[in-house]
């Protein structure tokens, strides 16, 4: 199978092909190289895949390409001459709080590149179309867990709002094209290779280099953090597991050829919790900085797997206790502190 893979040198989409490759599969990668965060990052991503294929082993052949895929032409010009069977678009502008500083960047990335890539889909006739939404798109939702039955219509953040926007547009390529598609709400995704503006990385960082450390709402937060390994495991079970178009009703409530799940850990761990293991796996003390809630920002988020436990035995199995460990490790030999 040859795999379309967006965001190639982001943190999931590079965990992504490493197991599609080691798996035999082939991977077309592409992603734009921004400089949303250090770009060196994301070429250590890319190396680190080719480190892993093995001449004598069964891998698959792997081709990157630098092209932002809300460029139809550049992103047409690509992909002219590729055999694309399934797709796994992870690209994006990402950031709850730098979507507040530069809306048209994730106006064009995930609104025009989303569409792009369904019309790539379209007119291949791509076999599924697996795709990143968000929890963000629960917006302020009181009940928990959240589940995909939700309504998902007031989002805090434009962030959010343009991943509830993906998942309608989906759904009408879906209707109209009947395009296989899925879409993923992650929630809060970390490991090593991470991303620095995410809480894990910064918070870890600011340990280490004996800083303050931001704590939002005065700790007063909940998060689903959910580990790479367990990311990608699913990801992967449902790219090979398409929606019917049988018109029977999917995960999200679709009868067309979509459906939509929660990733995530099934558990909501308390902010302070968590750098609790990060002082303890520092072997530091952390300086706190207690603040208000940020805009944009949600109390709680805590995932409801239940759709996709079924439909693909989905079963995260890396604790926070375990994986909060692990990312320090990797990151002290990255860094080589």
């Not at 965060?37 to 070429?43: F, P, R």
């Not at 090593?192 to 450390?213: H, K, Q, S, V, Y």
């Not at 979509?258 to 761990?269: D, V």
């Not at 079924?310 to 206790?321: A, L």
């Amino acid at each position: 199978m040859r795999v379309l893979v967006t965001g190639a040198a982001g943190f999931i989409g590079a965990a992504v092909s490493k197991v599609l490759l080691a798996r035999g599969d082939d991977v077309v990668g592409i992603d734009n190289l921004n400089d949303y965060y250090q770009v060196s990052l994301k070429h250590d991503r890319m190396a680190d895949v080719e480190a892993s294929l093995k001449p004598d082993s069964n891998s698959g052949h792997y081709q990157t390409y630098v092209v932002d895929f809300a460029d139809s032409a550049a992103l047409n010009s690509v992909l002219a001459n590729q055999q694309i069977d399934r797709i796994v678009h992870l690209g994006a502008q990402a950031g709850v709080r730098y979507s507040l500083e530069n809306p048209m960047a994730y106006a064009q990335s995930n609104i025009v590149g989303h569409l792009n890539l369904l019309e790539v889909a379209r007119h291949r006739q791509i076999e599924h179309m697996v795709y990143a939404s968000s929890s963000s798109v629960y917006g302020g939702n009181d009940k928990l867990p959240f589940s995909v039955t939700d309504r998902v219509d007031h989002p805090v953040s434009l962030y959010a709002a343009t991943k509830r926007a993906d998942e309608l547009i989906s759904e009408s390529y879906a209707h109209l094209f009947r395009v296989p598609l899925t879409g993923l709400r992650f929630f809060t995704v970390y490991g090593p290779r991470g991303r620095p503006d995410m809480m894990m990385w910064n918070f870890t960082r600011r340990i280490l280099a004996g800083e303050e450390l931001p704590v939002f709402n005065n700790g007063d937060m909940y998060r689903d953090f959910t580990y790479i390994d367990d990311i990608v495991s699913g990801i992967i079970a449902c790219l090979d597991n398409p929606p019917a178009d049988d018109s029977t009703e999917k995960a999200g409530g679709s009868r067309r050829p979509h459906a939509l799940y929660n990733i995530g850990n099934n558990r909501s761990e308390h902010l302070m919790k968590v750098i609790g293991l990060l002082e303890e796996a520092c072997g530091r003390k952390a300086q706190l900085k207690m603040l208000p809630m940020q805009p944009g920002d949600v109390h709680k988020t805590y995932a409801d797997i239940d759709a996709l436990t079924e439909k693909v035995g989905y079963r995260p199995t890396t604790s926070i206790e375990t994986g909060v460990p692990a990312f320090v490790q990797w990151y002290r030999e990255y860094h080589s502190i």
